[in-house]
């Protein structure tokens, strides 16, 4: 929990300084006097201001965004002596460039994080697949228990490479949402037999990466063996004379290739609601064995399903995915982009109905994800930053009022019409725009305290 708490306060903290930076230091630049550079909202708990006509850096109570006070005319008098100073005063240009400077702070910010954990590298799961669901593209596609997805493609013509399977799970994800086939070079697991298969995700009828589309794909966590991890003292499995490290040959006669098939037979087990015994063929020490295994049944969800309380399955086989100082860098470029775009394609499939609403996240999830990210280690960490600085830098361009981009359609309107958007429209649109915001932020939130009950 501490662990949680410390890593969501320091991703707040670095990515609202980056972008308030941004808007200082370019402000300063086009001779931009600079009032206040605060972190946060409310009742000011730390301030440094080294001249009474220096900037004030603060540190305020509630530490959910931040801003820069800048002289400006529209917000109280200014003395003639620094009215070249004022924010209103600076050309529309110089105005762009300062309000754009926060979310291209944040942009510029995660290409250098993606950068970073790709020189660190990280240790992933190779991309050997787990057997296919039933009627699923996957197993349409003739994909195979223990197929290794090599190469991607979108075309069929150019291919590249798929790293891990995090990177075979983002190809799919791009596939969704572009509506579009996906080509896979597969090989076996020691990398013999390469052929190619179609998933048809253009077939899907879908528009987002969810948890029934990802069943209808049928490809899921990657490919474990099928031997025994632990086996609880006094359990049904223990009682039966099951032992960690045996291998699962079958189970009532069914031939069993993967550590998920095992799990899926146990809980299948107690689908009628009444104990059967399963007939399990194990290998130990070289010796096949047969084991009668009785389940218990327990209610979950609403439905019957048996236990054993053993847990079968190995750590996936990894790889460590690491570039060099100048690959790392394009991919890093490469990444940003395609999650600034995603982010765009989700936020106007969700406008539209083509996405669920349930897509949008708020401070819970963000605090349990950068808690998670920090026990993975350190380039997790640097990778879910630059998630999250992508999201606050395309967020912010949004044409809403209240945000960075509100602003910099009013200097659109102003370079198209050669005058500011009036008062009058100014306050309107200022309603509006928190009026909209609230209804986001509460939707947000909704949807973290849904996540953190199980209703989604």
């Given amino acids: ?270 689908s009628s609601g009444t104990a059967v015994p399963m007939l399990w063929q194990v290998e130990r020490a070289g010796q096949r064995l047969e084991v009668s295994v009785l389940p218990t049944i327990v209610s979950e969800g609403g439905r019957t399903v048996g236990r054993i309380e053993v847990f079968p399955g190995q750590p996936p086989e990894m790889v460590t995915v690491q570039f060099g100082p100048v690959d790392g860098l394009v991919q890093a470029v490469s990444k940003t982009w395609e999650m600034s775009t995603l982010t765009l394609k989700m936020l106007g499939k969700m406008l539209i109905g083509e996405a669920s609403l349930k897509n949008l996240s708020g401070p819970i999830t963000i605090a349990d994800y950068a808690g998670q990210s920090v026990r993975l280690g350190l380039a997790y960490y640097l990778g879910f930053l630059a998630v999250v600085s992508v999201s606050l830098g395309v967020l912010n361009l949004l044409p809403l009022p209240m945000l960075d981009g509100g602003h910099l359609m009013y200097y659109l309107f102003e370079g198209l019409t050669g005058r500011p958007v009036s008062d009058l429209w100014l306050e309107r649109l200022q309603r509006g725009g928190v009026a909209i915001m609230l209804m986001m932020m509460s939707l947000a939130l909704f949807n973290d305290m849904a996540r953190l009950l199980g209703l989604h």
Avoid at 121 to 139: F, H, R
Avoid at 244 to 260: E, K, Q, W, Y
Wanted: proline share 5%; charged share 20%.
């Fill in 1 to 270: 929990m501490i662990t949680t708490v410390l890593a969501f306060v320091l991703t707040l903290g670095v990515l609202i300084v980056i972008h308030e930076y941004g808007h200082y230091r370019v402000a300063v630049a086009c001779g931009v006097k600079v009032l206040r550079f605060s972190v946060g909202f409310g009742r000011v708990i730390w301030r440094r201001q080294a001249t009474p006509d220096s900037t004030e850096f603060v540190l305020s109570a509630l530490p959910l965004g931040g801003y820069v006070k800048m002289l400006d005319e529209r917000e109280g008098p200014v003395p003639p002596s620094e009215l070249h100073g004022a924010f209103n005063r600076k050309t529309l240009w110089q105005r762009t460039a300062i309000v754009a400077a926060g979310p291209a702070a944040n942009l510029l910010l995660a290409v250098l994080l993606y950068a970073a954990a790709h020189w660190i590298g990280i240790d992933e799961a190779k991309a050997v697949l787990g057997p296919p669901a039933a009627t699923s593209l996957a197993e349409k596609a003739g994909l195979r228990s223990g197929d290794w997805a090599r190469a991607y493609s979108f075309d069929g013509q150019e291919w590249a490479d798929l790293r891990s399977m995090s990177d075979l799970r983002w190809q799919l994800t791009q596939g969704v949402l572009r509506a579009e086939p996906l080509h896979l070079m597969v090989t076996d697991r020691e990398g013999r037999g390469q052929r190619r298969v179609l998933l048809a995700l253009n077939e899907l009828g879908s528009s987002e990466l969810d948890a029934p589309t990802m069943k209808r794909i049928g490809l899921g966590n990657a490919f474990s063996e099928p031997v025994l991890g632990k086996v609880n003292v006094g359990g049904p499995g223990a009682q039966a004379g099951l032992l960690a490290g045996d291998r699962v040959l079958s189970i009532d006669g069914a031939p069993i290739i993967d550590a998920s098939m095992v799990r899926d037979r146990i809980r299948a087990s107690g």
